[in-house]
């Protein structure tokens, strides 16, 4: 076999391009353009503009409690798992939180209302794992079973409460002051640097990976925000809650070995299975993981209104979903990523806030949201088959037909009667 | 070699002169065969992997077109193109297609053409005359999924018979089967002919063949090297007649003897499966590789499943090093095995991946920080040591492993594994699949790990290829260990008979 040796350089080429293509960043591109879009139409009409840091700000806000359970549909989906209960599990967390604050005062509520989404989650996880039942029809029944039991703990009223603790736990903003966002920057566009130095000095390495593109536009954003504006960086409460839960979930899935296991679960379970993975726990702690997420969402929920309606959050589990798919994660597994799923609540909740900018109401709403999600969907299959066609062009090695043995060759042909 | 009918004054059915087939890619799969199939006999169609069987039962069944010679039926000359102009010829595949949300009924009588309206009375009624005629009956009204697994064949028979087939092919109908179905099988195979139906019946389980067979042809390399009636053939010159005089290049017995270790690496008591195996019993030493030779269907994979904990149905004690190994995967890895499974896409490789990616995850801990954060730079160098070791070839590391050839996509398989602890590699069938040039890499990567010590549990229908690559070879036959012997001191000739079944 003649082996061309090849210099360590080209073995691992740079991805940087790679990073940019449509397919993978086009969500990114989407929200670009929409944002420059209203804040064109905005201005022309003569309002204070769609990107102003209290607009922007609000966005952010309103797209919180859906981003945050976002960021865990994202890891469930990853896993190669569906979960349409979060939306009623928030709720029970919500409620539970409320009916026990009264008597039991609100951190031991809220670790009630935390337990019972964690409780949520691992019954869809043993459900789906080790019953085997497919993970929609399970999340389907537990989305009317919880919800059900909210009706049960709510008596089927609204259920209030006027503690201060709730209500402080989501109202107010917290800016994070100019300074320290410099300071953020510099630091991260540093890191970055010294990254992109080491990669010129060892051969081999990419000279801008992933890491290190992320960590220069990342750190340069934040410290231009603080060095100019700060008031973009005085965000709510639930926003920060969900910026951190990002940051904690990104840096998991992509700089931890059970991170890396978690995408190797649902991009083939099987292989990952006789890796040595265990597959069933990795995918029943997805589960257990967005229960706890929406119960917090719920409590968050419960301090916003100063109690909890039982069929509050109805339908939301769909926005969620709607979110990570904009995102571009994939509903088979294996594939996704947090900040996308994150910007694809951002471009929902921009739609949402530009029309009620623009006075347009929600005539249009749904209709243009419903294009979007499909237009996205074919962006993102049409440019994956580009992909696959582009890369088979590119191939240089001669692709050798494998000798099948006799009974392979049947098993794959899969049998026919002739007649 | 022209072999007189057993009832003389039938003409045959099919008679075949000259038939030769070239693949577009130069392979040739025929090389002028003359076959007669005669109505109302068993026609045996034996041959090594590769031989051409299923080239030839597809052009008997219009599947695939031939190149050069006549193929007549009825003694009138004819050219099929597809499938469809094959009336008469049904063919049953070792899966049997067959729906199973419906009945037997409806599954007998599926796709038959020229009904636009069924009428379900008739159809019971022919069912009822078909059943007869074999001899065995089912509810027809049973859904196929409620049947058991060996029932399938019958119906598939059925569909066969439904369509007024006059040549029925069973392409190895038993394989997968138990016991009994199979008796089942064989007695319908007998009862077909009787009613005047041509059946070919292809299997690599010689003690069946010259059980039911009334006549064998055998090829080998696209040349028909045997054919006589079955009463006349000696055992020997039927396996001779499937091994031919090939030459193997083998390890010397010598260098076998002083790589292999006293120490046991891996020893298997008691070992068996709902899957189909039975108290499977043996030991593997360092430095060894001991070669698992059967048949499809003798249990060959289940066993390695079973081993690596994979096959939760299994029970048995496997020890690794003396430690009993848990029955899980997870347990398995931990122990120091290693599955390299026979389907690499499935089971082995993240398609959408990097290559380098798929390289380091089993053994991903050892690449990172505090053995928590991969660490890219250590992953990076295990990807760049395996391509230099194994001269695997590929644009990039950093290409998908769904776009690498067969054999290449085997060596990124074995680096999952050879750097890490892994003490014993149970490897299914790691050559299917692979050019014969990285073939030749890959047998030479298993030797090469066993001289650093490790063991090999190599599983493969290719008894050439076992006695190149093992030092000892266990022959496995329907789920049982049926014979044990050194490399050096067999042949390929004694591993076919005893796998077989003529040992």
Same mark, same amino acid.
């Given at each position: ?10 073995? &691992? ?23 420059? %879009? ?70 031991? %509520? ?25 993970? &929609? ?36 903003r917290w800016q994070l002051p100019g300074w320290a966002a410099i300071s953020v920057g510099v630091l991260l566009v540093t890191a970055g640097a010294a990254r992109l130095l080491a990669g010129r000095r060892t051969p081999g390495a990419p000279p801008l990976d992933r890491l290190t593109c992320a960590l220069l536009v990342f750190g340069a954003a934040v ?31 992509? =700089? ?7 995408? %190797? ?21 997805? =589960? ?16 916003? =209104? ?38 694809? %609540? ?8 530009? =029309? ?64 | ?8 004054? $039938? ?8 038939? @030769? ?14 076959? $007669? ?53 049904? @063919? ?6 067959l729906v199973p949300t419906l009945t037997v009924l409806e599954n007998v009588f599926l796709g038959r053409e020229g009904r636009a309206l069924v009428d379900r009375g008739r159809q019971r009624q022919e069912l009822e005359s078909l059943f007869e005629r074999l001899g065995w009956r089912t509810d027809p009204d049973t859904l196929v999924s409620d049947l ?22 069973? $392409? ?6 138990? +016991? ?42 696209? /040349?028909? @090297? ?5 009463? +006349? ?85 496997? /020890? ?22 026979? $389907? ?147 042949? +390929? ?11």
């Amino acid at each position: 076999m003649s082996t061309r040796r090849r210099s360590p350089t080209s073995l &691992f080429g740079p991805d940087l391009l790679e990073t940019l293509r449509l397919q993978r960043a086009g969500v990114v591109y989407a929200l670009i353009l929409l944002a420059l %879009a209203l804040e064109i139409i905005t201005k022309a009409r003569g309002q204070a503009g769609f990107l102003t840091p209290i607009n922007v700000t609000n966005v952010l806000d309103q797209s919180s409690l859906v981003g945050f359970m976002a960021v865990f549909m994202t890891v469930v989906l990853i896993s190669g798992n569906f979960d349409l209960s979060v939306a009623s599990t928030a709720a029970l967390g919500g409620s539970v939180c409320v009916k026990l604050i009264g008597p039991w005062g609100f951190y031991p %509520a809220l670790l009630a209302a935390l337990l019972a989404g964690i409780a949520c989650g691992v019954t869809n996880g043993l459900l789906v794992q080790k019953l085997g039942i497919n993970a &929609f029809i399970v999340t389907l029944g537990t989305l009317t079973a919880i919800r059900g039991l909210v009706l049960v703990i709510t008596d089927s009223r609204s259920v209030q409460s006027s503690s201060e603790t709730l209500f402080s736990f989501e109202a107010g903003r917290w800016q994070l002051p100019g300074w320290a966002a410099i300071s953020v920057g510099v630091l991260l566009v540093t890191a970055g640097a010294a990254r992109l130095l080491a990669g010129r000095r060892t051969p081999g390495a990419p000279p801008l990976d992933r890491l290190t593109c992320a960590l220069l536009v990342f750190g340069a954003a934040v410290g231009l925000l603080g060095l100019l504006n700060d008031d973009y960086l005085n965000l709510t409460r639930p926003t920060w809650y969900m910026l951190a839960a990002a940051a904690v979930v990104i840096l998991a899935l992509n =700089f931890t070995v059970p991170g890396r296991r978690l995408f %190797a679960v649902g991009g083939n379970a099987e292989a990952a299975r006789l890796s040595g993975i265990r597959v069933d726990l990795y995918r029943i702690v997805a =589960f257990t993981l967005m229960g706890l997420a929406a119960s917090f969402v719920g409590v968050i929920y419960a301090g916003k =209104f100063g109690g909890m309606n039982p069929d509050a959050l109805t339908g939301t589990e769909l926005t969620v979903i709607t979110a990570a798919i904009l995102g571009g994660t994939s509903l088979f597994g294996g594939a996704g990523a947090v900040s996308k799923s994150l910007v694809g %609540a951002l471009i929902l909740y921009g739609l949402n806030n530009g =029309f009620n900018v623009l006075n347009v109401g929600s005539t249009y709403q749904y209709l243009i949201q419903g294009v979007i999600i499909v237009a996205a969907a074919a962006i993102y299959t049409s440019a994956g088959r580009k992909r696959r066609y582009g890369w088979r062009r590119r191939r240089t090695d001669p692709v050798v037909e494998p000798a099948v043995e006799d009974e392979e060759e049947q098993v794959e042909e899969g049998a026919r009667i002739t007649a | 070699m022209a072999v007189a009918p057993l009832v003389s004054r $039938d003409a045959p059915l099919f008679r075949l002169r000259g038939v @030769t087939k070239t693949f577009p890619n130069g392979t040739v799969a025929l090389r002028g065969v003359d076959v $007669d199939i005669y109505p109302g006999e068993v026609h045996g169609l034996l041959g090594a992997n590769g031989a051409g069987k299923s080239t030839l039962i597809k052009i008997l069944s219009g599947a695939l077109e031939r190149d050069g010679g006549t193929i007549e039926l009825h003694d009138v000359r004819i050219d099929w193109r597809t499938p469809k102009e094959a009336k008469g010829v049904a @063919t049953v595949y070792q899966h049997t297609p067959l729906v199973p949300t419906l009945t037997v009924l409806e599954n007998v009588f599926l796709g038959r053409e020229g009904r636009a309206l069924v009428d379900r009375g008739r159809q019971r009624q022919e069912l009822e005359s078909l059943f007869e005629r074999l001899g065995w009956r089912t509810d027809p009204d049973t859904l196929v999924s409620d049947l058991p697994l060996g029932q399938h064949k019958m119906i598939a028979v059925l569909q066969a018979l439904a369509r007024d087939a006059e040549l029925v092919i069973l $392409d190895e109908p038993t394989a997968a089967l138990a +016991e009994e179905a199979r008796a089942l099988v064989l007695e319908t195979a007998r009862r077909l002919a009787q009613t005047g139906i041509a059946v070919i019946y292809i299997s690599h389980l010689l003690d069946e063949i010259v059980a039911i067979t009334d006549r064998v042809t055998v090829l080998r390399d696209g /040349r028909v @090297t045997l054919q006589a009636r079955t009463s +006349e053939i000696d055992h020997d010159a039927l396996v001779q007649a499937i091994a031919g005089e090939r030459l193997l290049a083998v390890e010397s017995a010598a260098a076998h003897a002083t790589r292999v270790a006293p120490k046991v690496a891996l020893s298997v008591e008691g070992l068996r499966s709902p899957s189909g195996i039975e108290n499977i019993d043996f030991v593997v030493h360092e430095g060894e590789v001991l070669g698992l030779a059967g048949l499809l269907g003798s249990g060959r994979s289940e066993t390695l499943h079973a081993i690596f904990g994979a096959d939760r149905a299994a029970s048995g004690l496997v /020890r690794v090093d003396g430690q009993v190994v848990g029955r899980s995967p997870s347990a398995a890895v931990r122990a120091g095995l290693a599955l390299v499974p026979e $389907d690499r896409a499935r089971q082995s490789l993240v398609g959408g991946w990097e290559i380098w990616k798929n390289m380091t995850l089993p053994d991903l801990p050892r690449l990172s920080r505090w053995r928590f954060f991969p660490s890219p730079a250590l992953e990076q160098a295990r990807a760049r040591r395996a391509f230099h070791d194994m001269a695997i070839r590929a644009p990039s590391a950093n290409a998908p492993v769904s776009a690498l050839s067969g054999g290449n996509a085997q060596k990124v398989v074995f680096a999952k594994w050879a750097y890490g602890d892994a003490k014993v590699f149970l490897l299914d069938e790691p050559t299917v699949g692979v050019d014969v040039g990285t073939k030749a890499d890959i047998l030479a990567l298993v030797q090469s790990l066993a001289r650093e010590g490790r063991a090999a549990v190599f599983v493969s229908s290719e008894f050439e290829e076992l006695l190149a690559a093992c030092d000892r070879i266990l022959v496995l036959r329907r789920g049982r260990i049926v014979a044990e012997r050194l490399a050096a001191e067999t042949d +390929e000739h004694e591993l076919i008979r005893l796998a077989g079944g003529l040992g």
